[in-house]
């Protein structure tokens, strides 16, 4: 099974501060994801990169970037976090168009702007 | 663009009833369809897939949905409920020509005893 591991399960950051979130697959997965997930919003699709330094905005890109310097790390950030950037961020990997488009999901980070 | 939307937000049923949850979703391109499932305090894990052939397709703890595409749905369903499919439930879809995998925003379900 594909294991896909996220660095913090919580985090509290104040306003302002940079915040990095990272994500680490273990099953050579070409694609990973970043989404954030809210109440009544559902998971919203912020960054994906479907090859090592490749990405591709998802529907909420303003106020994060991420990095992929190597296959199986994605990292979000968030330049100046601020309050409206409170969330559960998800990453997913997933094999790509070359193999099983399913993507498996971590646990999530809780990430508290205050 | 692609987007997939849910209808019903909180749903709240009995046990033994049915279920049937909606998902319709907007692509005119050929699609990979997906139903996921986050139970409380658990990270989201994979209910069923629709990736092509027969359209009613089966997933885990028996739960089937059939993909309908003259309507552009993919509706999950459930002959009997059980208190412990007391979840929120995701359609997500993700188009054959890119990785990009969009999610609705979820139907909640709750399951009283």
């Known amino acids: 099974d594909v294991k896909v591991t996220q660095s913090s399960r919580y985090l509290v950051k104040r306003t302002g501060e940079k915040v990095f979130l990272e994500c680490v697959q273990d099953?050579?997965?070409?694609?990973m994801f970043w989404y954030r997930q809210d109440p009544g919003l559902g998971l919203r699709l912020i960054y994906f990169?479907?090859?090592?330094?490749?990405?591709e905005k998802g529907d909420i890109p303003e106020g994060y970037s991420v990095s992929r310097e190597k296959k199986e790390r994605f990292s979000l950030i968030l330049e100046s976090a601020s309050t409206n950037q409170t969330s559960m961020y998800l990453c997913?990997?997933?094999?790509?168009?070359?193999?099983?488009?399913?993507?498996?999901f971590g646990p999530g980070t809780r990430l508290t702007v205050t | 663009a692609q987007s997939v939307s849910q209808h019903n937000h909180h749903v709240i049923l009995s046990e033994a009833a049915s279920l049937e949850l909606g998902c319709n979703y907007s692509?005119?391109?050929?699609?990979?369809l997906f139903w996921y499932v986050q139970y409380p305090g658990q990270h989201l894990q994979l209910l069923l897939k629709?990736?092509?052939?027969?359209?009613l397709v089966k997933g885990i703890k028996g739960f089937e949905a059939e993909f309908i595409k003259s309507k552009f749905s993919f509706n999950l369903r459930k002959p009997s409920v059980q208190w412990s499919d007391t979840a929120e439930y995701f359609c997500?879809?993700?188009?054959?020509?890119?990785?990009?995998?969009?999610f609705g925003t979820g139907t909640r379900l709750q399951v009283f005893p």
């Open positions: 997500a879809v993700n188009a054959r020509n890119t990785d990009k995998l969009i």
């Open positions: 629709y990736f092509s052939g027969d359209p």
């Open positions: 997913a990997s997933s094999a790509g168009t070359s193999g099983s488009p399913r993507a498996d």
């Open positions: 099953m050579d997965h070409e694609n």
């Open positions: 692509y005119g391109g050929t699609v990979n």
């Open positions: 990169s479907y090859d090592v330094k490749m990405k």
